[in-house]
């Protein structure tokens, strides 16, 4: 690619940039905003639960007809929070804000290229997904407010707005935004896989790619092959909703009036919404445990142990991630032979997982762990992917789904992987690549207040909901108050709730330090963690084109830390081998 | 009130500290020493927080077991609600042992091999042979919980129904309601077509088999013998949901999905176990709108002859409405 | 001509129709599981669709020679322009397709629709809609041929233009024939 000599202006640096590294901070404020919007969304309603009926100063951050007289908030827009916290850190935060911002950061950096193979491609990938953004934020304020029927958004209840106030002018929004966002992805996913298959440097060859980069390229790959189906859910949604078809609605009676709609199937809608959903979490979770392998070896000291291995893991759960959207269905009335068939790819898919976790624990055996605020992340991002995982074989399990699915259990579960383990992937990434995004330094010690505040309220938060589920909770509850079985757990939801706000008020620290540390943090060496990887050869002050002079020649793969016979405790990619030293 | 102070306090707590940590970056500036450098005695402070935060989150966790358990729900109260229960236990088991091993050796080996400028790491990439045990170990562990997972499932959806007894479990916003079949154990046909205010399920009464059909408004079971329930709903997608008894089932408008059981206990025996205000419940446990918490429907256990006498008191069908043409 | 730049942007092409297609997949599978239970109306295929398909395969092959031909350094011009006009000339042939289907009594939705009509409506509908971005690429390309962008050695432009072209015809056979026989 050439360089690009053209002057820039304000405009064309700052807004219009077609530079990946801009793009990807671009995505990184945005996902930063959205993040703060959907987890104040959780504060307030986990402030609902605790205290079921009564008023709170929080909810006047809501619009004036979401609380009822008595100053407590309405049932059904308990509800519209619950659905656009799901909407926006499923896809806002955790696929955007993660993939967006590394993809297009690390990937032509760590592979040696000027940028990605189009630039002009790659500004509209952001440009879509704030378009989107600013269209899911709307939806917020429209009457009857934003959608109401879970992020999942299962008809009938998302296509009927008697069915719910939410489904009106919300879900339309909805649709739309999410139709944006899935086409900016899209977008940003092309351009990811191009250029890492045709522009690597010499010398990058496959088996030389950091592992992060491994994760970015299968995780594009699952977004172009599964976001489209969402499209084409969501399509037969929009003809249902707004010109009368019944793909998904059949024999229903809502508010008194028979609709006309016969012979549709919501397990249909169910099927394909799936088919993305679960690929959905792969596309979040790979990204995270590709920084993280990244992050614990230069800060091991040690190369990832078992690089082939960690490849093929990701390839296998990649695959697998395919042939198992049914265990979010087992409860539908599916034919119990399917539900067999949906266990068995399931629990299969616990086999690579474990693999990757025995491997992450092998590296950081005998090794010198340099405690950095981006290791802390990623040694929580370990612990929460073990917790989390392993439940994911109760829910797995057709059998034993029965009496979990839908409750606090699943809830439980879920955060903990990606709410835990992706968002810890992503606070190690930015902690990690600061310095190279900035060309300065967070401040150490409030990383690590930050790491070891977050981790205990993290925990805090969603270990107690397995508690809750087994107890019979179901998830998406306005209150637990209404069944006289549940009274009893009226303690733990106020201890969730305390350390729900506790984490979420810790957040602050984490803002501040980011915020301030681009102005005022000291300014970063070139390699700061003593990294071996390529985007730590390149001058602190970014520049168009990455390299000044020639792209660096790789001669040896990224993880030489520690290698026997060296000089010092790393070797960067691209310095030459020495006489007589062998490549790993 | 308690909200805002917390919340307050808080936030007056980390500005405090943020404070504080400017002070000292800037201390660290006039010592000309670079505040971000991770030194070996931040790496010991770390490391030890690994192994004291670790120990006490794994307390916690069986503080929350030990504590928390006489919450969860009652052993199983139906037949295949005990099958459950026994893989349940195992799966559990399986799992709490591998959380209680990784876990610990995760915090363990980042105490031990906490950074130190003396140290060297030890250059270990990989090794093929341990790739493939702890490939092959988690494989034949999975292989055989899913082999008795499948069976379970089997068993609990594939039931014998000759005896059962069939009732209908009607789903809408935001009640339940439930049409016993009667003596003939055959439920009418129903359409939504047919639905009014007085025939609020749609049954077609000019089929034979309606005639002796009752709406009722709570359930009630004959102990140990097992019933058919199955399932339609009004308006949206709603879930029945039967904790105690291990039964979940979507009820889906369009589609008619169904659950067989057999209840082991009394309602009665359970006030006994349990509690004087037990009582067996049906939730609904997919998101149907705003009352979605509050849909509720009593299920009683009880037997043969307490459910005689109840269902002769309850009015047949064919009683309440006028035949539809 | 194939320097890297032209690979890679080939390329883009190629992951992007990969998503289309997958797109077009997510439909048909709906199309297949929903008809597997029931109420589904069969009819015959309007012959519109079949006069659609002859032009849209017409299209593709001259746009096959007009490649052979900007190889050779010859003109071009008016090779695209007929292909753009086939490219009209389908969707006026899909659209009558549609008149009668409804004249048929097939519908989209309302009084005495059938979801198997409705998905044969989604399906070409969304094709069409795929086709109008092939029918701005061929406008594009006709504009570049005119101002002498391209010559043996360069002609990208057209490539592009044409993989995307060949795909739609190659995704209208697909969805031709899925419709006619299953």
């Given at each position: 690619m050439s360089e690009h000599h053209h002057k820039e202006t304000f405009i064309t640096k700052?807004?219009?940039?077609?530079d990946h590294k801009m793009i990807a901070k671009q995505f990184l404020i945005t996902g930063m905003f959205m993040a703060i919007v959907g987890m104040l969304m959780s504060a307030i309603f986990r402030v609902q639960l605790a205290n079921p009926g009564e008023s709170s100063f929080l909810y006047n951050l809501l619009p004036g007809d979401w609380i009822n007289e008595a100053g407590a908030l309405n049932p059904d827009k308990y509800l519209a929070l619950v659905t656009m916290h799901g909407t926006i850190l499923v896809f806002w935060v955790l696929t955007a804000g993660l993939s967006g911002t590394f993809a297009n950061f690390l990937i032509p950096l760590q592979i040696g290229a000027r940028d990605m193979a189009s630039g002009f491609i790659n500004m509209l990938s952001y440009w879509f997904f704030f378009i989107a953004t600013v269209i899911l934020i709307s939806s917020i304020y429209v009457q009857g407010g934003p959608a109401s029927g879970g992020w999942t958004i299962y008809p009938p209840l998302s296509a009927l707005p008697q069915a719910i106030p939410g489904s009106g002018t919300g879900m339309t929004l909805w649709l739309i935004s999410i139709t944006l966002f899935v086409v900016g992805s899209l977008l940003g996913g092309l351009n990811y896989i191009v250029t890492i298959l045709n522009l690597r440097t010499i010398g990058m060859s496959m088996k030389r790619l950091p592992l992060t980069v491994w994760a970015l390229l299968i995780t594009a790959i699952l977004g172009v092959l599964s976001f489209p189906v969402l499209l084409s859910c969501g399509l037969l949604l929009i003809f249902d909703r707004s010109f009368g078809t019944s793909f998904y609605l059949s024999d229903i009676i809502i508010n008194g009036e028979m609709l006309h709609n016969v012979g549709g199937s919501p397990i249909l809608f169910e099927h394909l919404f799936w088919f993305l959903g679960h690929p959905e979490v792969y596309i979040i979770l790979l990204p995270a445990l590709g920084i993280v392998s990244e992050v614990i070896a230069v800060n091991s000291r040690k190369p990832i142990f078992g690089y082939k291995a960690m490849v093929g893991a990701l390839l296998l759960i990649a695959f697998l991630s395919f042939i198992v959207w049914g265990h979010h269905m087992f409860m539908t009335g599916m034919n119990p032979f399917l539900g067999s068939v949906f266990t068995f790819t399931t629990l299969l898919i616990a086999i690579p997982s474990a693999v990757k976790v025995f491997n992450y624990l092998a590296t950081l055996w005998r090794a010198n762990i340099r405690f950095t605020p981006a290791m802390l992340f990623a040694i929580g991002t370990v612990s929460a992917f073990i917790t989390g995982g392993l439940t994911g074989l109760i829910l797995g399990d057709s059998a034993l789904d029965i009496n979990v699915h839908d409750t606090y259990f699943v809830v439980g579960h879920f955060h903990i992987v990606m709410g835990l383990s992706a968002i810890y992937g992503m606070f190690a990434g930015v902690y990690h690549w600061f310095p190279k995004m900035y060309g300065r330094m967070m401040n150490k010690n409030l990383g690590y207040l930050h790491f070891w505040a977050t981790f205990i309220c993290a925990y805090g938060v969603f270990f107690p909901m397995h508690f809750l589920g087994l107890a019979g909770l179901p998830r998406r509850y306005y209150t637990n108050s209404a069944f006289p079985m549940f009274d009893g757990l009226s303690d733990i939801n106020s201890i969730i709730t305390f350390f729900a706000l506790t984490g979420a008020i810790v957040q602050g620290i984490f803002i501040f330090n980011f915020i301030y540390s681009i102005f005022k943090g000291p300014k970063a060496s070139t390699n700061p963690w003593k990294s071996?990887?390529?985007?730590?050869?390149?001058?602190?002050?970014?520049?168009?084109?990455?390299?000044?002079g020639d792209l660096p020649v790789v001669t040896r793969w990224a993880y030489d830390y520690s290698k026997p016979g060296a000089s010092e405790d790393f070797i960067p990619q691209n310095v030459p081998l020495k006489e007589g030293e062998e490549e790993h | 009130m308690t909200n805002t102070l917390i919340i307050l306090v808080a936030v007056l707590i980390i500005a405090a500290l943020v404070q504080i940590t400017r002070v000292s970056e800037l201390l660290s500036e006039i010592k000309k020493q670079d505040p971000n450098k991770v030194t070996d005695s931040n790496n010991k402070t770390q490391g030890i927080l690994f192994l004291v935060v670790g120990s006490a989150f794994l307390i916690f966790v069986v503080w929350q077991m030990i504590t928390w358990?006489?919450?969860?729900?009652?052993?199983?109260?139906?037949l295949h609600g005990q099958e459950i229960d026994s893989l349940m236990k195992v799966s559990m088991g399986l799992i709490l042992i591998v959380f209680f091993a990784l876990t610990p050796l995760l915090f363990y080996f980042v105490y031990k091999y906490r950074g130190n400028k003396n140290n060297k790491a030890y250059f270990f990439a990989h090794n093929n042979k341990l790739e493939v045990i702890w490939t092959v170990i988690p494989t034949i562990i999975l292989t055989c919980l899913i082999v008795y997972g499948l069976r379970t499932w089997e068993r609990s959806m594939n039931p014998d129904l000759s005896q059962a007894k069939i009732i209908e479990v009607y789903a809408e916003q935001f009640k339940w309601t439930a049409r016993e079949s009667g003596t003939d154990n055959k439920l009418g046909k129903a359409n939504f077509k047919l639905v009014t205010d007085r025939n609020a399920l749609g049954v077609d009464m000019n089929d034979v088999n309606s005639i002796d059909d009752k709406v009722v408004r709570e359930v009630h079971l004959v102990v140990n013998k097992p019933v058919l329930l199955k399932f339609r709903a009004k308006d949206v997608i709603h879930s029945a949901f039967l904790p105690h008894f291990r039964v979940q089932m979507n009820c889906v408008p369009g589609l008619s999905t169904q659950f067989a059981f057999t209840p082991t206990q009394t309602t009665a025996e359970m006030k006994e176990q349990e509690g004087d205000d037990f009582e067996f419940v049906l939730l609904c446990n997919k998101i149907c709108g705003a009352a979605h918490y509050n849909m509720q429907m009593s299920f009683i256990v009880e037997t043969q002859q307490e459910y005689d006498a109840w269902i002769a008191s309850q009015k047949k069908l064919s009683e309440k409405l006028l035949t539809q043409k | 001509m194939n320097t890297v730049k032209n690979k890679a942007l080939k390329q883009l092409l190629w992951v992007g129709m990969g998503s289309i297609a997958m797109f077009f997949a997510g439909l048909t599978s709906a199309y297949i599981v929903r008809k597997a239970e029931g109420n589904w109306v069969d009819f015959i295929l309007p012959e519109w669709f079949v006069y659609s398909t002859i032009v849209i395969v017409i299209s593709s092959l001259i746009l096959i020679f007009a490649t052979q031909r900007i190889k050779k350094n010859k003109e071009i011009f008016t090779l695209i322009v007929i292909v753009f006009l086939l490219g009209g000339l389908f969707t006026y042939l899909q659209i009558n397709g549609w008149k009668e289907l409804t004249s048929m009594g097939v519908y989209l939705t309302g009084e005495g629709s059938n979801v198997a009509g409705s998905f044969l409506y989604v399906l070409t509908l969304s094709h069409l809609v795929h086709l109008a971005g092939g029918l701005i690429a061929l406008l594009v390309t006709a504009i570049n041929v005119k101002k002498k962008k391209y010559n043996s050695e360069s002609y990208l432009g057209l490539e592009i233009t044409t993989i995307y072209w060949h795909f739609l015809s190659a995704l209208w056979l697909y969805l031709f024939f899925f419709l006619k026989y299953l």
């Open positions: 700052y807004i219009f940039s077609q071996t990887t390529l985007e730590w050869t390149t001058p602190v002050e970014r520049i168009h084109g990455n390299w000044p | 358990n006489h919450l969860l729900l009652p052993p199983a109260s139906s | -």
